[in-house]
């Protein structure tokens, strides 16, 4: 089992002059201590449960971007797109520049967005749920075929693009791996099993149903279920002092009998590197075993 980092909050002690100074320290050790993916969220707010939506936030792939340029190793995805905040064309083209830039680093996060309070707030487009994933399927398409060698027009029922041109293509061959983000049973699991490299999931007594639902989607499309990367997002606090970290392996074991292989998640406390140093030494190596 793999363990990703994924940085949900930005409000820290040393303050937006320092933050870049800060996230750098924060990302370079994930990366230093074993953490195989970074992730940041796709919100221009903070989001309940987090924060204030007054606390800061950085735009994902503004970060994304500088983070590639301060890494060398993990891979970079924003957790997840809000498929409505952005043209497909501009999105397959922004991932095909960190793709690039990165070495080939880069992951296709997306998801049907949820935000409207923010989207709202800063006049982005947040159409009816039922329109956002008909939207979400087409950008799929849209992506998968500005990453092919078919540059040709593409016409859905919300986008239409007259040539699908990608230049330069994103390194990683066939294209950037996909992750779409939820658990929704009628839409989201069957938009993974016939698009995607990976889910998400939230941890907890609904996995393996949800997964259950995941291998029928696969059989009713043709899918193999085991190309499919099974990601929980999951709480990553070790405690100040290590108390957590036994119980942590306890629940980690328990999803990767269920088949998880990545678990992702934020990390209490992390501008401070202490816990992400506890995690490298005692909670990714025997992750690694499961």
């Known amino acids: 089992m793999k363990i990703g980092l994924h940085v949900a909050d930005f409000t820290w002690p040393g303050g937006p002059q320092n933050l870049a100074a800060d996230l750098t320290r924060v990302v370079t050790t994930a990366e230093d201590v074993g953490f195989t993916k970074v992730s940041v969220m796709d919100h221009v707010w903070q989001i309940r449960g987090v924060g204030p ?113 990608d230049s330069p293509h994103p390194l990683r061959r066939p294209h950037p791996p996909i992750l779409i983000g939820g658990g929704g049973e009628k839409k989201t699991l069957r938009l993974v099993a016939q698009y995607a490299q990976a889910c998400n999931l939230f941890g907890g007594p609904e996995v393996a149903r949800k997964l259950d639902v995941l291998r029928e989607h696969c059989e009713a499309v043709g899918r193999d279920y085991d190309e499919i990367e099974k990601t929980v997002m999951f709480p990553l606090d070790p405690g100040a002092d290590g108390e957590n970290v036994d119980p942590m392996l306890e629940q980690l074991a328990g999803l990767a009998t269920l088949g998880v292989t990545h678990v992702h998640g934020w990390v209490p406390g992390v501008s401070a590197i202490t816990p992400l140093e506890i995690l490298g030494e005692k909670v990714i190596p025997e992750a690694d075993k499961l």
Not at 53 to 63: K, Q
Not at 79 to 103: C, N
Not at 117 to 123: D, F, I, K, V, Y
């Open 53 to 165: 939506v007054e606390n800061d936030m950085l735009e994902a792939y503004t970060t994304l971007g500088y983070l590639a340029a301060r890494t060398s190793r993990v891979e970079l995805l924003a957790w997840v797109t809000a498929v409505s905040y952005r043209a497909p064309g501009l999105l397959a083209k922004q991932i095909s520049t960190l793709d690039v830039l990165s070495g080939g680093r880069a992951w296709l996060g997306i998801g049907a967005a949820w935000n409207d309070e923010e989207a709202r707030g800063l006049g982005l487009q947040f159409p009816p749920t039922a329109e956002r994933f008909e939207r979400l399927e087409e950008t799929l398409q849209i992506c998968l075929q500005m990453w092919s060698d078919d540059d040709g027009p593409y016409n859905g029922t919300h986008y239409t693009l007259e040539r699908t041109l």
